[in-house]
């Protein structure tokens, strides 16, 4: 309903394996989703608000580097080109319209590298509006945008159980190029709540098929967890 304000924060942990190299690496987005009408058929419009981001990578050739919006110290001087980066989107914000099932129906206004971002991925859906049983099951597709390369990720997910008004959920996805070379695979569990808030665990192993062709060989493991909270 307006007036309602959900914070989602998604951390990927992810482990880059290139050649004989490994480079951890972790990624945090926060952000506020406040509503701030809901239309007659259900349609709400949302505005998304970045509240906290935080980057840590252990690069063997460049050392570490990391920033984290959230503390209140000054950054390193290796740091300071990423605070740089990262700290202009703090408190930067994009008004959409949405439907009830996550999906983006457009993008109205606000920061110009967010709308470009929400236009590569606009895709938040995680549950159908029809009506289900335990055990059923539903396919979903979308288009991410990742390093500038059109990935498409067709997923199975199964309603495993619904309890205390929760629905617990897992997926598997298999992940493929634009030529429809498969790229990876993904497996998740999440727990969707009433009150619409996403907690959830996703695990992928993505295979870079372009590095391979150029005689490399490049696999990201990644964890994503997704936790969301009711604000106001």
């Given at each position: 309903?307006a007036?309602t304000?959900?914070?989602v ?10 050649m004989?190299?490994e480079?951890p ?13 809901v ?35 000054e950054p390193?001087?290796?740091n300071k ?10 408190d930067?914000?994009?008004?959409m319209?949405m ?10 206004d606000?920061d110009?590298?967010?709308?470009e971002?929400?236009?590569k991925?606009?895709?938040?859906a995680t549950?159908?509006?029809k ?17 500038g390369k ?11 159980d619904?309890?205390d ?9 298999e992940?493929?190029?634009k ?6 695979d993904?497996?998740g ?9 996403m ?15 150029k005689?490399?060989k490049m ?9 969301g909270?009711l604000k106001?």
């Amino acid at each position: 309903k307006a007036g309602t304000i959900y914070y989602v924060e998604i951390s990927a942990t992810q482990q880059i394996k290139m050649m004989e190299m490994e480079m951890p690496q972790i990624m945090v987005f926060g952000a506020d989703f406040e509503v701030m009408s809901v239309g007659k058929k259900g349609n709400a419009i949302v505005k998304m608000t970045y509240k906290r981001i935080k980057f840590e990578q252990d690069n063997p050739q460049a050392g570490k580097i990391s920033y984290d919006s959230n503390s209140k110290e000054e950054p390193k001087e290796e740091n300071k080109a990423i605070a740089f980066g990262f700290g202009q989107l703090i408190d930067k914000y994009v008004t959409m319209e949405m439907q009830p099932t996550g999906k983006i129906i457009k993008i109205i206004d606000g920061d110009e590298r967010l709308q470009e971002a929400l236009k590569k991925d606009n895709n938040f859906a995680t549950y159908p509006t029809k009506k289900l049983k335990i055990g059923d099951s539903w396919i979903s597709k979308e288009k991410r945008d990742i390093s500038g390369k059109e990935i498409f990720i067709t997923s199975k997910v199964i309603l495993k159980d619904v309890k205390d008004g929760q629905f617990f959920l897992e997926s598997t996805s298999e992940m493929k190029n634009k030529t429809g070379e498969k790229i990876g695979d993904m497996t998740g569990k999440s727990i969707l709540q009433q009150n619409d808030v996403m907690i959830g665990i996703q695990k992928t192993l993505q295979k870079m098929p372009d590095f391979e062709s150029k005689g490399y060989k490049m696999d990201i493991l990644s964890e994503i967890i997704v936790d969301g909270v009711l604000k106001k």
